[in-house]
């Protein structure tokens, strides 16, 4: 009773003014991390073997990590595994919905190594953790050991490009993005292991101490964040595919360029008026130009923001292939010029559009994506 309360009360602080939640999260976060070990039974409902399980798993394995309250996979998940899968990935599909709908369950059964289902404690974390406690990962053949979830739309782009610019011998442990937020981390959502790092005595004692806290913001600051740091202070090399550092360099020669251009002159004021198809589209170029610069000025000031939403256009323009759902259903950062979303991934990715908009479709309320 006293773990659901508390529960509830981390559901009601999403609620509340940034000031009060920044003393009432951490203080629910400590309250649930000491109720943690009184949590009653196993978090594993149950597991079973998947329709396409090998005697053993191949070298490269994914740890899918799901949750859905009415327990359905939908299609952006779908077409994330379905993507993962063509890259020649075992799927370990977790989930902490504890059980799926009977066709979301056939689906997944048909393309899944492994299934795991628990309780919906420790987040994506323990849901990781528990999945390879119950399918006894990393084994000796274990080469490439990636961590995913159903936190972003995509991949937007081909994975083929991606996981060939992952390089064990450059890193241990790849990040898609990284973060320079509370402290420098390589973000959670998409997080690949090479043999070095499964190896090393860091990996089996970091998830060893992994607990199943009812607090988000607990598995964010004990477990995302610490996790990188952890890992550079026992000797292993983390690295992101689209470093933050470097967002940021793409964004400012971008307006540096524009700033030349409108120097030079190269815009002729004497111009016969853009047509007004063009003219109903400067709202949304503005848009972007002003986040563009908000970015930069907040940047010129060292405050480290989240790429995944002040960078997410610039990310996909350089080739990052996944949107964060948060993103385009909530934008809690209030973030300008989102509305843009639709055509760039258009340009991207057609068939990843549609996906996104029919999870939209069936996420918003009231609002237009």
Wanted: charged share 25%; aromatic share 12%.
């Amino acid at each position: 009773m006293v773990l659901k309360r508390v529960a509830r009360l981390l559901e009601l602080s999403s609620q509340l003014p940034f000031l009060v939640r920044s003393i009432f999260d951490p203080a629910i976060g400590w309250a649930a991390f000491i109720l943690s070990p009184f949590e009653m039974g196993q978090t594993v409902v149950s597991h079973e073997r998947g329709d396409c399980s090998p005697e053993r798993l191949s070298p490269r394995v994914v740890m899918f990590s799901h949750f859905d309250r009415h327990g359905q996979v939908r299609d952006h998940t779908r077409y994330y595994i379905d993507a993962l899968r063509a890259e020649g990935f075992d799927v370990v599909f977790v989930t902490n919905s504890r059980r799926l709908a009977l066709p979301d369950l056939v689906w997944v059964r048909e393309r899944s190594a492994h299934m795991v289902f628990r309780r919906n404690v420790g987040y994506d974390f323990a849901a990781w953790r528990d999945a390879m406690t119950v399918c006894g990962l990393p084994t000796p053949d274990t080469r490439f050991l990636l961590m995913a979830n159903d936190s972003v739309y995509g991949p937007l782009r081909p994975l083929a490009p991606v996981f060939q610019r992952i390089d064990f011998d450059r890193a241990d442990v790849w990040g898609a993005t990284d973060s320079w937020q509370h402290r420098f981390h390589l973000q959670s959502f998409f997080i690949a292991f090479g043999p070095k790092a499964l190896r090393d005595e860091a990996f089996g004692s970091f998830w060893g101490s992994v607990a199943n806290v009812r607090s988000k913001w607990w598995v964010v600051n004990r477990y995302e964040l610490r996790m990188t740091r952890f890992f550079i202070a026992t000797g292993l090399r983390c690295k992101a595919l689209w470093p933050y550092i470097e967002m940021i360099e793409v964004l400012r020669e971008a307006a540096a360029q524009d700033s030349a251009k409108d120097i030079n002159g190269e815009e002729n004021p004497e111009q016969a008026a853009p047509p007004r198809s063009q003219r109903l589209c400067e709202p949304f170029a503005e848009a972007g130009r002003r986040n563009a610069a908000r970015v930069l000025e907040i940047a010129l000031r060292h405050v480290p923001l989240n790429p995944t939403a002040d960078l997410w256009q610039v990310l996909i323009e350089q080739g990052c292939p996944f949107l964060k759902r948060e993103l385009l259903r909530d934008n809690p950062s209030r973030v300008p010029g989102i509305a843009a979303w639709y055509s760039l991934v258009g340009r991207v990715d057609g068939s990843g559009r549609d996906v996104i908009l029919r999870d939209l479709e069936q996420s918003l309320k009231n609002r237009s994506p």
